[in-house]
Every structure is written in structure tokens, then in C-alpha cells.
């Protein structure tokens, strides 16, 4: 992948007035309008019909629209078309196959407005902590100026999250990391109770809601569930949730941040699995004619892996690290001996003990498996084990040692 074709985001708290929010939100409420409306004429479209309607002629009916509609008239023509701009590019990659068809886009939830063709003066500071933005009939909106704003900025997208939180974030190439060139591997294994293994032996954990705040998180999720949908106690306490979860996520995001450029600083090969989360991550509760087995098992699971942030670290990583971050199959790679290379499923004693009954080898699982993770992306073919993918094939465990 180029470097000149990773854009990234440099995201800051927006501090609108009051006024300026409900102007805002009517920003957001015409975005979703537009988005919804492309999404219909999507949906009516079947084999044998005319295909559906592109961004240009999209964009033709919206001035149509405009002319017509007071209230889509006294919106923002740009927030408008780059509505219809980011759906035809989620069609795009939905027939590419990496995401899903874009769907319905619902009051409250994904809010947020892009704004394009910025100029240099539509961004300024005030005071050290303390800068302003121009949004088109809005005015200047203040955000805290919390680290640099990265220059030539043409682009940004204003968002606001279910704890009711404003953000403006500018698209940006960030600079990659650099390598330090000292020729280093790492292996890193992601889990749950260990959230990453690194082959040095480091055990880093994601952070999450302390005891006192899962406390009071299970105390709003009962209190929500009494409440009546639609009244304002309802709305009250949908909001307090949505606080603390917002808190547990931007502890993850920072996590992940940190983390990943001390990885990308330190080592010059970052080795990963090739996990697939979006299927070790789907639901088991199946159909009425075929229930699933051990669902509430399962959804902690899930849980239990999206908490430990496994996508964003690796996405991250490869953002910092263009070219230096290495996928490896996760076969065999938590029941493979780091020592010997001996294959042997019973040797992992539980979740965090390993110890290999070939050659005596003993360590924490998850850094066992980390080894074997940087050994594979080192090299994809050993001539003592064979294939990686296929397993060992000139070497088993020995049954004198075995039976010691």
C-alpha cells in the first residue's frame, strides 16, 4: 500500500453554543435525509430493472429537490452532496466485498456531516487551548485546540456520538512512523484475558470501566429496562449508559494509540494473525428451528474480544507501520512448542500455562504463542516442521519423552 494513500484523521472536541447545535443538528438531519433517500432508490432496484440511479444523477434530482423543498433548501448544499458522495463510496466498497451494503441511517445514531473544498483561513487558533472552525451556515464553531491541526487541511466531517459529544475531525496524510532499523521482530497475540502477548514477554491489557463504574453500568441498564420507551427518564438514562460507554471506549482508543506506536518505534517487523473477528465475533443464537448452544457463553465472548480492541490495534499498527506489520496464519500457533516446534494440542495446561511434554519448554501460553507468531513471519517454511499452514510433517512428539 503507498503511504500518500493513507489518510488519516486528527479528531477534536467541538464546543458549540446552543444555537449553533441545533444548527447542527439540522446539518445531520439533512445528511441522514439524503443518505436514507439514496439507500430507497437502492432498494428498489432488481435483476432486469434499470440500474439505480449514480452520484451525478443523484445529485441532478437533489437540485430538483432543493428547488422544491424550503427546508432542504435552507440547508447546506455541500453537507447534502457529500451525503450522496459518501454513500455512492460505500457502494463501491460493498461491491468490492470488504463492507456491508450500506442500510438505513436512524435519528440519534452515526450523526455527523462532512464538509469539503476548506480554505486556510477556515481554521484558526484563539488562545492555547482554544481554536475555531468555519461551518457553512453555522459561523465559527470553537473546538479545544488540543494538538497541532495538521496544514493544507481540505476536508473535514463533524460528528456527534450517543453521549451527545461533538468532534471535528481533519483528514490529513499523517507521517508513518519510522523504523528503528536495528532489525527487530515482535510477535503479538491477541486474547482476552491477556488483551496482547508480545514474544518479549510483555502482558499488555486493554483498560476498561473500573468496579464501581460496571456497578453503576448494571445499575442504568436495569433502570433502563424498567423505564418507558419514549419518555423523557428513558432518554435520561439511554444517556448516562451511553456516557460510560463512551468513557470505556476512549480509554480503548487511547490504549490502542499508545500501544501501537511503541510498537511501530521499537520493533521494525510486527507480526500479527490473520484473525477473522467479524466471524469469531457473530452471534450463536441461530434460528427458532435451529437454536444456538451456549449463547450467553458465546455473547461474553464476543464481548470479551471486541473490549480487548483486536481490530484496532492491528489497524493502527498498519496506519503507523506501512509494509512492516505481517499477518501469519493462526494455525497450530497456541499449541506449537516456541522452543522445539513440536505440535501437541494437551500441552497447554490452561490459559496462561504451557509446557511443552517433548522438551521440558515452559512459559505463559499467550507468550508462547507470540514466539511462534514472530518465528512465522520470519520464515513461512522451516525445514524441520514443514508448512506452516499444514501443520508439522517431518517431526512428532516423541513417546519416550511423553510417557516421562
Given at each position: 500500500?503507498?503511504?500518500?494513500?493513507?489518510?488519516?484523521?486528527?479528531?477534536?472536541r467541538?464546543q458549540?453554543?446552543?444555537?449553533q447545535?441545533q444548527?447542527l443538528l439540522?446539518?445531520?438531519g439533512?445528511?441522514?435525509?439524503?443518505w436514507?433517500?439514496?439507500?430507497e432508490?437502492h432498494?428498489h432496484?432488481?435483476?432486469?430493472?434499470r440500474s439505480?440511479?449514480?452520484?451525478?444523477?443523484?445529485?441532478?434530482?437533489?437540485?430538483?429537490?432543493?428547488?422544491?423543498?424550503?427546508w432542504?433548501?435552507?440547508?447546506s448544499?455541500?453537507?447534502?452532496q457529500q451525503?450522496?458522495k459518501?454513500?455512492?463510496?460505500?457502494?463501491?466498497?460493498?461491491f468490492?466485498?470488504s463492507h456491508?451494503r450500506?442500510a438505513?441511517?436512524?435519528q440519534?445514531r452515526?450523526e455527523?456531516?462532512r464538509i469539503?473544498a476548506?480554505k486556510?483561513?477556515?481554521?484558526?487558533?484563539l488562545?492555547?487551548?482554544v481554536?475555531?472552525?468555519r461551518?457553512?451556515k453555522?459561523?465559527?464553531?470553537?473546538?479545544?485546540?488540543s494538538?497541532?491541526v495538521?496544514?493544507g487541511?481540505k476536508?473535514y466531517r463533524?460528528t456527534?456520538?450517543?453521549?451527545?459529544r461533538?468532534?471535528v475531525a481533519?483528514?490529513?496524510?499523517?507521517e508513518?512512523v519510522p523504523?528503528?532499523?536495528?532489525?527487530?521482530v515482535?510477535g503479538?497475540?491477541r486474547?482476552v484475558a491477556v488483551s496482547?502477548?508480545?514474544s518479549?514477554?510483555?502482558m499488555?491489557?486493554a483498560?476498561g470501566?473500573h468496579?464501581?463504574e460496571?456497578?453503576r453500568?448494571?445499575r442504568?441498564?436495569?433502570?433502563l429496562?424498567?423505564a418507558t420507551?419514549?419518555?423523557?427518564?428513558?432518554?435520561?438514562?439511554?444517556?448516562?449508559v451511553?456516557?460510560?460507554k463512551?468513557?470505556?471506549?476512549?480509554r480503548?482508543?487511547d490504549?490502542?494509540e499508545?500501544?501501537?506506536t511503541d510498537l511501530a518505534q521499537?520493533?521494525?517487523v510486527?507480526a500479527?494473525e490473520?484473525?477473522?473477528?467479524?466471524a469469531?465475533t457473530r452471534s450463536?443464537?441461530g434460528?427458532?428451528?435451529?437454536?444456538g448452544?451456549k449463547v450467553?457463553a458465546k455473547a461474553?465472548?464476543?464481548?470479551?474480544?471486541?473490549?480487548a480492541?483486536?481490530?484496532?490495534?492491528?489497524?493502527?499498527l498498519?496506519d503507523?507501520?506501512p509494509?512492516?506489520?505481517?499477518?501469519?496464519?493462526p494455525v497450530?500457533?497456541?499449541?506449537r512448542?516456541?522452543?522445539?516446534?513440536?505440535?501437541?494440542?494437551?500441552?497447554?495446561?490452561?490459559?496462561?500455562?504451557?509446557?511443552?511434554?517433548?522438551?521440558g519448554?515452559?512459559?505463559n501460553a499467550d507468550?508462547?504463542a507470540?514466539?511462534?507468531i514472530a518465528?512465522?513471519?520470519?520464515h513461512?517454511?522451516?525445514a524441520?516442521e514443514g508448512?506452516?499452514?499444514?501443520?508439522p510433517?517431518?517431526?512428532e512428539p516423541q513417546?519416550v519423552?511423553l510417557?516421562v
Open positions: 500500500m503507498l503511504i500518500g494513500s493513507l489518510i488519516g484523521v486528527s479528531r477534536y467541538l458549540p453554543s446552543p444555537a447545535e444548527a439540522e446539518h445531520c439533512h445528511a441522514r435525509y439524503v436514507n433517500l439514496a439507500v432508490q432498494a432496484w432488481k435483476p432486469g430493472r439505480a440511479p449514480g452520484f451525478a444523477e443523484q445529485c441532478r434530482q437533489l437540485t430538483e429537490a432543493r428547488a422544491e423543498s424550503a432542504l433548501r435552507a440547508g448544499v455541500i453537507v447534502q451525503a450522496l459518501d454513500f455512492a463510496q460505500a457502494m463501491s466498497t460493498f468490492g466485498g456491508r450500506p438505513w441511517r436512524k440519534g452515526g455527523g456531516f469539503v476548506a486556510a483561513g477556515d481554521v484558526r487558533r488562545s492555547r487551548h481554536g475555531e472552525v461551518v457553512p453555522v459561523g465559527w464553531v470553537r473546538f479545544r485546540w494538538r497541532a495538521p496544514e487541511v476536508s463533524v456527534r456520538d450517543r453521549a451527545g461533538w468532534h481533519f483528514a490529513a496524510i499523517p508513518p523504523a528503528p532499523g536495528l532489525g527487530e515482535v503479538v497475540d486474547g496482547a502477548a508480545l518479549t514477554g510483555e499488555l491489557h483498560p470501566l468496579d464501581t460496571k456497578a453500568l448494571r442504568l441498564l436495569r433502570k429496562a424498567r420507551r419514549g419518555s423523557n427518564r428513558h432518554a435520561k438514562v439511554k444517556a448516562a451511553a456516557r460510560l463512551a468513557r470505556e471506549s476512549d480503548r482508543k490504549w490502542v499508545k500501544i501501537s521499537r520493533f521494525d510486527i500479527v490473520d484473525l477473522r473477528i467479524r469469531m450463536a443464537r434460528t427458532v428451528e435451529v437454536p448452544r450467553r461474553g465472548l464476543n464481548r470479551g474480544i471486541l473490549a480492541g483486536w481490530g484496532g490495534l492491528v489497524r493502527r498498519e503507523k507501520a509494509g512492516r506489520v505481517v499477518r501469519v496464519s497450530y500457533t497456541s499449541q512448542c516456541s522452543a522445539c516446534g513440536i505440535v501437541d494440542r494437551v500441552a497447554r495446561e490452561s490459559q496462561a500455562r504451557y509446557r511443552c511434554r517433548s522438551c519448554y515452559a512459559c507468550v508462547n507470540a514466539r511462534n518465528h512465522a513471519a520470519g513461512a517454511v522451516s524441520r508448512p506452516r499452514d499444514a501443520g510433517e517431518h517431526r513417546p519423552l510417557s
